[in-house]
Nanobody, 115 residues
């Protein structure tokens, strides 16, 4: 059974860094498309960063140059390193695993950027 657990969220000041981690179990992440999404209050959920088994990555324009996604197939984790955080990065962050008909989400971790 595919299971995703996100950790690492918290309250930080603008300009700070934070690293989120998604622990995957029940499957091999190297064969899945792994992504981080976020959803702010009153807004639609949006893709932040994604990585595929080929090693290719993609990012939302709003986070390019500030966020980096890392997949460690041995540990079964997908991390999101977030630098130069802005108040507009405040949201619930979710991990997503996709492959064929499988589409699984974690419960999310809250990130709040405020002074």
């Amino acid at each position: 059974q595919v299971q995703l657990v996100e950790t690492g969220g918290g309250l930080v000041q603008p300009g700070a860094s934070l690293r989120l981690s998604c622990a995957a179990s029940g499957f091999a992440i190297r064969t899945y498309a792994m992504s981080w999404y976020r959803q702010a209050p009153g807004k639609e959920r949006e893709m932040v960063a994604s990585t595929r088994w080929t090693g290719s990555t993609s990012y939302a324009d709003s986070v390019k140059g500030r966020f980096t996604i890392f997949a460690d197939s041995y540990k079964g984790t997908v991390d999101l390193q977030m630098n130069s955080l802005k108040p507009e990065d405040t949201a619930m962050y979710y991990c997503r695993a996709q492959k064929a008909l499988t589409d699984s989400w974690g419960q999310g971790t809250q990130v709040t950027v405020s002074s």
